[in-house]
């Protein structure tokens, strides 16, 4: 059964926007924490950020912070990725991923791997120079 349904992916230019969409099941509406992750090919995946359900918090990795923006809607079963100012080396797959059993990302100022119980099945997004 899908879980997470991802969307927004794409090809622009440096320096444009783009805005990714994760759509939650009842399934997996219940998260304490929801997030994207990152892999562009030959590359370690990496975490991009996440928000907390409880709180709202939000993290982001250095490399993004300032340009993009997690966000979730009113119901909480959507969450968004707003990505400005993209750049070449923000090309990756980028997975939405949800944290069933705590706010680990915003408790611990990171994103591992493990902690995360649900994956998208990830969107493309290339950025050319």
């Known amino acids: 059964q899908v879980q997470l349904v991802e969307s927004g992916g794409g090809s622009v230019h440096s320096g444009g926007s783009l805005r990714l969409s994760c759509a939650a099941s009842?399934?997996?509406?219940?998260?304490?924490?929801i997030g994207w992750f990152r892999q562009a090919p030959g590359k370690q995946r990496e975490g991009v950020g996440c928000i907390s359900n409880k709180d709202g918090r939000t993290w982001y990795t250095d490399s993004v912070k300032g340009r993009f923006t997690i966000s979730t809607n009113n119901t909480k079963d959507t969450v968004y990725l707003q990505m400005n100012n993209l750049k070449p080396e923000d090309t990756a797959v980028y997975y939405c991923?949800?944290?069933?059993?705590?706010?680990?990302?915003?408790?611990?100022?990171?994103?591992?791997?493990?902690?995360?119980?649900?994956w998208g099945q990830g969107t493309q997004v290339t950025v050319s120079s």
């Open positions: 991923v949800t944290d069933s059993r705590y706010y680990f990302c915003t408790e611990y100022d990171r994103m591992e791997a493990v902690w995360y119980d649900h």
């Open positions: 009842e399934f997996t509406r219940d998260y304490y924490a």
